[in-house]
């Protein structure tokens, strides 16, 4: 196998963060947020924040979905890796990358 193929197999798993982006950016902006509002803070009549569940709490599990998707690729993955250290550095390299991708994608597309 050659170098290429080999990194494509183990690191497809992160194809949908960019894949996803720009389809959900679109149905964020045009569905997500007429139907769910933004994350603005909501008062009541004491004057308290009202937790409540908006566009980006929907965007908060949409991204964590992807990222657990991935992280479940990795461990399956993990039978293609002989030896255990580089299943370790391979294992936190990829939670990591999953993680930050997930949370940078949240921040980015974050309704104040």
């Not at 963060?17 to 902006?29: D, G, H, Q, S, T």
């Not at 965007?59 to 461990?75: D, E, G, Q, R």
Request: hydrophobic residues 55%; contains cysteine; proline residues 4%.
């Amino acid at each position: 196998m050659t170098f290429l193929k080999k990194f494509f197999v183990l690191f497809w798993q992160f194809l949908p963060f960019p894949v996803l982006y720009f389809p959900y950016k679109i149905l964020n902006e045009q569905v997500l947020m007429d139907w769910l509002g933004c994350g603005c803070p909501r008062l009541d009549e004491n004057g308290q924040i009202v937790p409540h569940f908006s566009a980006n709490s929907f965007t908060a599990y949409f991204w964590f979905a992807v990222a657990l998707f991935s992280i479940i690729i990795t461990v399956i993955n993990l039978k293609r890796i002989s030896k255990w250290y580089f299943k370790v550095a391979y294992a936190v390299v990829c939670i990591f990358l999953a993680l930050f991708l997930s949370n940078s994608f949240y921040y980015h597309m974050q309704w104040n």
